[in-house]
């Protein structure tokens, strides 16, 4: 096979691969925020801007203001009865995603 018919297939298989890539899966929904993961031992990280963040960093820098707002609203003991109190948080920071963005700008502006 001459060079230039395997660059041409290679540009076929690269052109076919754009085309059929996956969806990007938003982080807990929001607009402008890509989830990255990558496999089990490693920590999933994501995209802002075109910056990399661990994700579990970014959760932890919310996560005291999850529990304070629970507490506030009065919710927290009912949460604590169910088994997936985690799950409200992905929503939680869906709804204060303008204050997830703040703080990846600070990040960024370091």
């Keep these: 096979m001459t060079k230039s018919k395997e660059w ?15 969806p990007k899966k ?15 031992w490693a920590d999933p ?12 960093d970014v959760e932890d820098y919310f996560w005291e203001d999850f529990i304070e707002e629970m507490k506030e609203q009065g919710t927290e003991e009912t ?14 920071l869906k709804n204060h995603s303008n204050d997830v963005k703040y703080y990846l700008d600070n990040l960024l502006m370091e």
């Design 26 to 40: 938003l982080w807990c929904g929001i607009e402008g925020i890509e989830f990255i993961y990558h496999n089990t």
């Design 45 to 56: 990280e994501i995209k802002y801007k075109g910056h990399l963040f661990d994700c579990i």
């Design 79 to 92: 949460m604590k009865n169910e088994t997936t109190f985690e799950n409200h948080f992905p929503d939680w």
């Design 8 to 22: 041409e297939q290679i540009k076929n298989l690269y052109s076919y691969l754009k085309q059929h890539e996956p």
